[in-house]
């Protein structure tokens, strides 16, 4: 028997439609500058990276307490991996929950001061699949404009009324809430924003939450690790407990320098997600030395304070040799510290005169930051040395002057 042939034969450049689709997609991108291209790293990260073949300073990792290379978390990697092997073998549902995972589990609760803790892979798919649990299309999510995409999917894939509020305004947030029909209402922001730096005002927004019955979800990959008395984020900064944060996600790949995401609340908001998140459900358990090595990253937290008062040291002295050298900074006393370009092309321009120079600094551009706000973002580390500091605060100024 013969096969039915298509309706529609392939074009004659014998291109398929997805192919065309593709290189069209691609050519778009090019000519807009907003083309993305890996870069090959050869050794572990650190203030001193080895990139494509060179040795440069690099002011673009979110391993913000050096932790990420710390002879001690790998360490406990290693003995974790003799005593465990390396996959999990499966979900926690089924057989993959260990013994290493529920001790992170423990931990994480007791640092942030919530009754429980619940592990998962990744924190796209804890922002995924916490939202996609928590609200459904009778629900309204509000949303800061500049969350974190993996916010804004999960909203989307809740099927939930996405409304966004203009960043950090409260006016507008309120306004919206005002005007919500819907019951079931949550708000949902960065507790530290990625590309910007700058905090939620999270301490007006719990009261907004509360005074108009909606449940405050806060993403603190940005801020777990480093910020607050003890280290443990944006809700310890601000004081608030789980009343006022009742979901709380962080992530462990950023400060903590391993791999993987949590969520911390009520014992019954996690009893919840282990039954309803389908991204904790339907996934395989991340491996169990990765969460020894981050029970031993939490330990060098403890352990090791100087880091993150060295961290904080090198935020002062760079905003203020910035202030010095006029350049022009943004509002943010976190470790990402953006600098605005005028557009796609000078921000490759300015990432590229550094590079000549020995330093390694992202170039931001849409969609991961709106059209017209392309920036340099620089992120400091307490592996830096301040004569690192200072001399990328030198080649800023350079480079900058050759862009004017
Ligand atoms: C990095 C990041 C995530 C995603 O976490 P992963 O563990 O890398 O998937 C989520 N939210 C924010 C704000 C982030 O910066």
């Not at 391993?63 to 073998?89: C, M, R, T, W």
């Not at 090198?314 to 050298?325: M, S």
């Not at 580390?381 to 100024?397: F, G, I, M, N, T």
Request: net charge negative; with cysteine.
């Amino acid at each position: 028997m013969a096969l039915s042939l298509p309706a529609e034969a392939p074009a004659l450049d014998g291109q398929t439609s997805l192919e065309r689709r593709l290189a069209s997609a691609l050519a778009e991108r090019q000519a807009q500058h907003r083309y993305r291209r890996r870069s090959l790293l050869e050794s572990p990260q650190g203030a001193r990276v080895r990139v494509g073949g060179r040795d440069v300073v690099a002011f673009c990792s979110n391993d913000y307490l050096g932790l990420a290379n710390h002879p001690k978390v790998i360490e406990a990697f290693q003995v974790a991996a003799e005593s465990y092997g390396v996959g999990s073998g499966a979900s926690h549902l089924i057989c993959g929950h260990s013994e290493e995972h529920h001790l992170l589990e423990d931990d994480l609760a007791a640092f942030t001061g919530r009754e429980r803790a619940l592990l998962i892979s990744t924190g796209y798919m804890a922002n995924v699949g916490t939202l996609n649990a928590l609200t459904d299309a009778g629900s309204t999510i509000f949303a800061d404009r500049l969350n974190h995409a993996s916010l804004m999917d999960g909203a989307f894939v809740s099927r939930a009324r996405l409304q966004k509020f203009a960043h950090n305004d409260l006016a507008d947030l309120e306004t919206q809430l005002q005007s919500c029909q819907t019951d079931s209402r949550l708000i949902a922001v960065d507790g530290v924003y990625s590309m910007d730096g700058d905090l939620a005002p999270l301490p007006e927004m719990a009261r907004l939450a509360s005074a108009y019955d909606a449940a405050l979800m806060v993403d603190d990959a940005h801020g777990f690790g480093w910020l607050g008395e003890s280290g443990a984020g944006v809700a310890e900064h601000f004081g608030l407990g789980q009343k006022e944060v009742p979901v709380l996600m962080a992530t462990l790949g950023k400060s903590l320098g391993s791999f993987g995401a949590f969520i911390a609340g009520s014992e019954d908001l996690i009893e919840y997600l282990v039954q309803f998140c389908r991204p904790y459900v339907y996934s395989t358990a991340l491996p169990p030395a990765v969460a020894a090595a981050t029970r031993a990253s939490l330990g060098v937290i403890h352990s090791e304070p100087h880091r993150r008062r060295h961290l904080l040291d090198l935020i002062e002295r760079f905003r203020a040799g910035a202030r010095e050298r006029g350049i022009a900074t943004m509002h943010s006393a976190t470790p990402i510290q953006p600098v605005l370009a005028k557009d796609e092309r000078q921000v490759l321009t300015l990432a590229d005169l550094l590079a000549s120079r020995g330093f390694w600094v992202g170039a931001i551009r849409p969609p991961t930051v709106p059209a017209g706000s392309c920036r340099l973002r620089i992120s400091l580390s307490a592996d830096h040395s301040a004569e690192q500091v200072d001399a990328l605060l030198d080649a800023l100024q350079w480079a900058l002057e050759q862009c004017r």
